[in-house]
């Protein structure tokens, strides 16, 4: 129920402003399938566009409530995905009405929330690159789903992306991202990373600094989570 989810990330809220962690990359708003493949599948709240945008609303808004921002992905939707895009570029022969029927669709509720993250999916009946790197999904990200939040690149050391770490920062804020995260700690390609990405451009500016207020806000938040 959606008020187990909101306790549930309320706490972890509380256990990560603990830990000195103010941003959680959370709540998934991909719809699962019976297909999905399982690096994603066990993290999914649900199979239907319904049921997953109130579950991801708790999540974020339990997120919130503990004083941590939430960062809602993968945007525009990553279900379909057969294989791990840790490993190689999901791909999806979807058509575009079923994408903007039923993965789109939680995305396009919950696009007031502050922060989002790409997926590295190729949607065929789009383009043929991974949306993280694609120019029109990234302009779909902010047209048609209507997501005006800071937006956040999927970690850019997974293989779903090819060339150098340099080259894939690049593409991503070429693309359209705001921001570029990448997770493997290597001290070498961060070095590269910063290279790739530069500077922030107006815009990615305008947005991260909205996000800034917003945590600035939440940096003194004292919540009673007694009664959760």
Known sequence: APNIIFSRYALIAQELRNSGITVNCAPLADIVRPETHFFLKNRCFGSTAKVVTEMAMAAASGLLYGGVLPVIKHIPGHGLALVDSHESPPRTLASRDVLEAVDFLPFKQLNHL?????????????????????????????????????????????GALLG?????????IGAGCDIVLH????????????????????ESAFRAGKVIKLHSQLADWEVDLSHL
């Open 114 to 158: 502050p922060m989002g993250m790409t997926a590295h999916v190729i949607y065929e009946a789009i383009d043929a690159i991974p949306g993280t790197i694609s120019p029109k999904i990234n302009q779909l990200i902010r047209s048609n789903i209507g997501f005006n939040g800071l937006l956040i690149s999927d970690d850019v050391s997974m």
């Open 183 to 202: 997770c493997n700690g290597k001290i070498r390609e961060m070095e590269k990373i910063v290279k790739g990405a530069g500077n922030l451009s107006k």
């Open 164 to 172: 150098g770490a340099c080259q894939r920062a690049r593409a991503a």
